[in-house]
């Protein structure tokens, strides 16, 4: 049968569509700027047609209607990252977090976590019928694969990203049209002390090294100060504008890659429309779904392999928590610990955990003697490399506990290293 006719057969609105969703059903949510928010309003308009609809995502950019008072009856949110606008969700007790690692989220779909419904977002078909997930390539086309319903949201604005991002209009169960902007996410406020952190960040890259890099400030500050390296490469989980300003700056080639030589290598895209458009039929990018990129032994094989991430606490071991403040849930892992993993099967390989000195406007020390109760380790102490602050660098690979503590209390903010001292005495029974 012509894909055409495929095409108009499964055709209808968004409100037909989420009819199709049923009480008690897993609903899987396209990832990020992803988000088929079209489709989302017309299941929450229907909300009174449901009862427990589980609602799973990572990052989401949209206004996250089902997660507010009064959705309770109908909807539960099951967060497998928490972003700004699910944590008083998962705080309240209203949604739930579920602890995994971005790599694993589609063999979790598939086994522990069956999916009834999928909800992804997708370009417009070309000449083959084939649609491009366009931004969100990640869990969402794995979610797309293992839903027994698939409902999507074809976009004329959705990018046409090239690699293993493409899916037949036969595979969809229902189709709804919706012309509208994808998500855009303005680039962060880079402040003074984030800029010195970027530049330390930028010191520990080298001519033709492969970058992975994190979401936020402090990867946006590195990328700020890369400007005088040649041949970077990436192979990362996103990339954002950044990245875009150093490919047309010529510093970002990929020229140098041992693997996937000549690509720009990830698994999602958040930023504006300078990125949205620089990616379109680009064949410069490859996007794969987040089992590949992320996997530690594929990312492994890129020789020089680089990860920059960023984190909320350190404490004198080493241990790294980048996800919660104490029992709250702030965060998650996303890719972190598969990149930082990655790394050490690289070849030349380094990770490089990044993050200001203090919190609350100084109040608080980021490196402390043990993290606060409560508080998850995400990165641990055999796996940490590079500790990075505004006032210097700490590598904690392969150095006992003692020259750790002493390497990142060197690194502290000048307020707090007295205090952080005493802790090493009373700890190690040494002078400082």
């Known amino acids: 049968m012509n ?27 396209s990832h990020a700027a992803g988000e088929p928010s079209h489709i989302i309003s017309a299941m929450v308009s229907n909300k009174e047609s449901y009862k427990d609809v589980e609602i799973v995502h990572m990052v989401p950019l949209g206004g996250c209607e089902y997660i507010k ?4 009856p109908y909807f539960r949110h099951n967060a497998l990252f928490v972003g700004a606008k699910t944590r008083e969700s998962i705080k309240s007790g209203h949604g739930d977090f579920t602890p995994c690692y971005f ?29 491009s997930f366009g931004v969100a390539v990640d869990y969402s086309k794995p979610a797309a694969e293992h839903a027994k319903l698939v409902i999507a949201q074809v976009n004329p604005r959705m990018p046409r990203t090239l690699g ?17 902007p994808i998500i855009e996410l303005p680039p962060p406020q880079i402040t003074d002390v984030e800029k010195a952190i970027g530049e330390n960040c930028a010191s520990l890259v080298r001519d033709g ?30 990339f954002s504008d950044g990245v875009v ?4 700056a010529g510093v970002v080639t990929n020229r140098k890659k041992n693997f996937h030589n000549g690509k720009l290598v990830a698994t999602f895209l958040m930023g504006t429309k ?5 990616v379109h039929n680009n064949p410069m990018v490859s996007m794969y779904p987040v089992t590949y990129t992320n996997d530690p032994y594929i990312a492994g094989q890129n020789d020089n392999l680089v990860s920059i991430n960023s984190c909320v606490q350190v404490d004198l071991l080493g241990q790294v928590c980048s996800e919660s403040v104490g029992t709250v849930q702030i965060s998650a892992v996303g890719g972190q610990v598969d990149f930082v993993r990655a790394t050490a099967i690289s070849n030349g390989g380094r990770s490089i955990i990044a993050m200001p000195s203090t919190a609350a406007k100084g109040s608080f020390s980021k490196i402390v003697p043990v993290l606060d109760e409560g508080a998850a380790v995400t990165t641990n102490r055999y796996d940490v490399q590079y500790i990075v602050t505004e006032y210097g660098i700490a590598n904690l690979k392969n150095r006992s506990t003692r020259d750790r503590a002493r390497m990142l209390i060197n690194i502290a903010h000048p307020d707090f290293r007295d205090q952080l001292k005493d802790e090493f005495e009373k700890r190690f029974k040494a002078k400082f």
């Open 69 to 72: 008072p009064g959705m309770e």
């Open 245 to 248: 300003e150093l490919v047309e």
């Open 3 to 29: 894909w055409k006719t495929v095409y108009s057969r499964r055709l209808t609105t968004a409100d037909e569509a989420v009819k199709n969703i049923k009480s008690g059903d897993r609903v899987a949510i």
């Open 164 to 180: 293993d991002t493409f899916m037949h209009v036969s595979d969809f169960d229902f189709i709804v049209e919706h012309d509208a």
């Open 103 to 131: 790599s694993q989220i589609p063999k979790m779909f598939k086994n522990d976590l069956p999916l009834d419904v999928a909800l992804v977002h997708v370009s417009t078909p070309d000449e083959h019928g084939y649609c």
């Open 209 to 238: 090294d492969c970058l992975q890099l994190g979401i936020g400030a402090i990867p946006d500050a590195a990328l700020m100060f890369l400007k005088g390296k040649k041949d970077i490469g990436i192979h990362t989980e996103m």
């Open 274 to 278: 300078r990125l949205y458009d620089f």
